[in-house]
């Protein structure tokens, strides 16, 4: 298994909390996503990391904000939790140095509940 | 807009059945096609990807899939299912030369009967 972990794996807070979620990895990889997981939706790409300090949005990030300033975390930060926010949040990495590496790595998951 | 479809969200079949699980997918090109799969409250595994070459893919678990261009699908089969597959499975697609952002399919849930 790929050498990622997330903390913390399971939260509830209350709506209005900043909340801060963390993926590290040992496996010195390029590129950092971080997906949130609801029925019926599957996966759907929040933020992602080309590199350190490099970030763009994916397909649902308002109301989520993403850090990297080390190879090996990636920071995702809900500034002011909402109940829409409940959800499982996967990490995933990859290496996408060589061609054929195309693949992404998940992490084990951070169940979050907003009250 | 790219998306992919998994038509069935719930599949049931019996143990030593075969199985194939469906998915087509929206993209302007080729995509690299991927299949994971997810056990309850676990993470996703992959198992199997296409990038380019054979249509036909092997993958971990006896599991293969065919690329079919023509029909726009990447369907996961399994020729007989064990009692252990009963998980979630996801089909995703990727950019080639982009990111590698995955877009995914809503899942398909299977359950397997004794």
């Known amino acids: 298994d790929a050498g990622i972990t997330q903390s913390p794996r399971h939260k509830v807070t209350e709506t209005g909390t900043p909340v801060t979620l963390r993926c590290h990895q040992t496996e010195n990889h390029r590129y950092m996503y971080w997906y949130r997981q609801d029925p019926g939706h599957g996966l759907r790409l929040i933020h992602y990391?080309?590199?350190?300090?490099?970030?763009d949005k994916g397909e649902v990030s308002d109301g989520y904000s993403v850090s990297r300033s080390k190879t090996e975390d990636f920071l995702l930060t809900l500034e002011s939790a909402t109940s829409s926010q409940t959800s499982v949040y996967f990490c995933?990495?990859?290496?996408?140095?060589?061609?054929?590496?195309?693949?992404?790595?998940f992490g084990p998951g951070t169940r979050l509940t907003v009250l | 807009a790219q998306s992919v479809t998994q038509p069935d969200i719930h599949i049931t079949v019996s143990e030593g059945a075969s199985l194939e699980l469906r998915c087509n997918y929206s993209y302007g090109a080729t995509p690299y096609l991927f299949w994971y799969v997810q056990s309850p409250g676990q993470g996703l595994q992959l198992l199997l990807k296409?990038?380019?070459?054979?249509?036909l893919v092997q993958g971990i678990k006896g599991f293969e899939a065919e690329f079919k261009r023509s029909q726009s699908s990447f369907n996961l089969r399994k020729p007989s299912v064990h009692w252990s597959d009963a998980a979630e499975y996801f089909c995703?697609?990727?950019?080639?030369?982009?990111?590698?952002?995955?877009?995914f399919g809503a899942g398909t849930r299977l359950a397997v009967h004794p």
């Open positions: 296409y990038f380019s070459g054979d249509t």
């Open positions: 995933a990495i990859s290496p996408r140095e060589l061609k054929g590496t195309d693949t992404q790595y």
């Open positions: 990391s080309y590199g350190v300090k490099d970030t």
């Open positions: 995703a697609v990727g950019e080639p030369g982009g990111y590698n952002k995955l877009i």
